[in-house]
């Protein structure tokens, strides 16, 4: 899987941590932010990233800042972007199979490194379940054109 990252300076250590983990998965894995530790702004890492995805240039991204929060809120502005925030496999996995996420978004200063791989481990493990699920991403995708949701029928 071909898999976009990006980080703000907080992120950094974090992410340098996750790419040597996922190229030994096999995953394809492009940096869209530098991984010097040097101050930046996670709005620009994460339109990086999330463009990737947007297009069909990567077919997931991990996002990763101080909480996970602003990655998450700026990722989920671009449409076709589907960003969650996990702190545990649990949610990464629901993340997946309820909402098929194509973004994760993560902590750098709240969940270690270990705990970080682990979570990164079963989200792109996990299929998207599809079925009834699949009903309210099409919900999800009229909001982004602007749409009422509650229009839809099954």
């Known amino acids: 899987m071909k898999i976009a990252l990006g980080c703000d300076h907080r992120g950094s250590a974090a992410t340098q941590a996750l790419v040597s983990h996922l190229k030994a998965d096999g995953h394809e894995v492009e940096i869209v932010s530098d991984l010097n530790g040097s101050m930046?702004?996670?709005?620009?890492?994460?339109?990086?990233?999330?463009?990737?995805?947007?297009?069909?240039e990567a077919e997931r991204a991990i996002l990763i800042c101080g909480t996970g929060i602003g990655m998450c809120i700026a990722a989920n502005k671009m449409r076709g972007i589907r960003a969650a925030l996990a702190q545990d496999e649990l949610s990464a996995q629901l993340?997946?199979?309820?909402?098929?996420?194509?973004?994760?978004?993560?902590?750098?200063?709240?969940?270690?490194?270990?705990?970080?791989?682990?979570?990164?481990?079963?989200?792109?493990?996990?299929?998207?379940?599809?079925?009834?699920?699949?009903?309210?991403?099409?919900?999800?995708?009229?909001?982004?054109?602007?749409?009422?949701?509650?229009?839809?029928?099954?």
């Open 40 to 56: 930046s702004d996670y709005p620009d890492s994460a339109y990086a990233a999330c463009s990737r995805v947007a297009s069909g």
């Open 95 to 154: 993340s997946r199979t309820h909402n098929d996420a194509n973004v994760l978004c993560l902590s750098a200063d709240l969940i270690g490194h270990t705990l970080v791989k682990r979570i990164v481990d079963t989200w792109v493990r996990t299929p998207f379940d599809g079925g009834r699920h699949l009903r309210r991403l099409h919900k999800i995708e009229a909001i982004e054109r602007g749409e009422d949701p509650s229009a839809l029928r099954a």
